[in-house]
């Protein structure tokens, strides 16, 4: 189908859909003549539910995509910390053998100087 005809179906469709609804119970030979002019085929109908659907599976699978990878993420950040904190931990602690060895030998160099 080409897209002159197409854009006709959609002005036939919104044609359609903006027949007014009688207020009261009377309808006019008008009004019905109108909406049997403009009634949507169900082939269209069922073709756009399909083409719903699959774009609905499609925005679902996005989202589960981009759910996997800010998983994967999570993971390796929280990786990259552990990581970090290990080697912060064992770099404080070299710092504090280093600090407390130059203590004793500040201390010993202390009473030696004191006798």
Not at 17 to 42: F, N
Not at 56 to 82: C, K, M, P, Y
Request: charge should be positive; aromatic fraction near 4%.
């Amino acid at each position: 189908m080409n897209i002159e005809a197409e854009i006709r179906e959609l002005k036939l469709r919104m044609a359609a859909l903006e027949v007014d609804v009688p207020h009261g119970a009377r309808t006019t030979r008008r009004r019905a003549r109108s909406r049997r002019r403009h009634m949507i085929p169900a082939h269209n109908c069922t073709r756009h539910e399909n083409d719903r659907d699959a774009l609905h599976r499609e925005v679902n699978d996005g989202f589960t995509a981009l759910n996997v990878e800010i998983v994967g993420i999570r993971r390796q950040e929280s990786d990259h910390f552990a990581c970090a904190t290990s080697t912060a931990w064992a770099h404080y602690e070299s710092l504090h053998r280093a600090l407390t060895d130059l203590t004793h030998l500040v201390e010993r160099l202390m009473k030696h100087l004191d006798a």
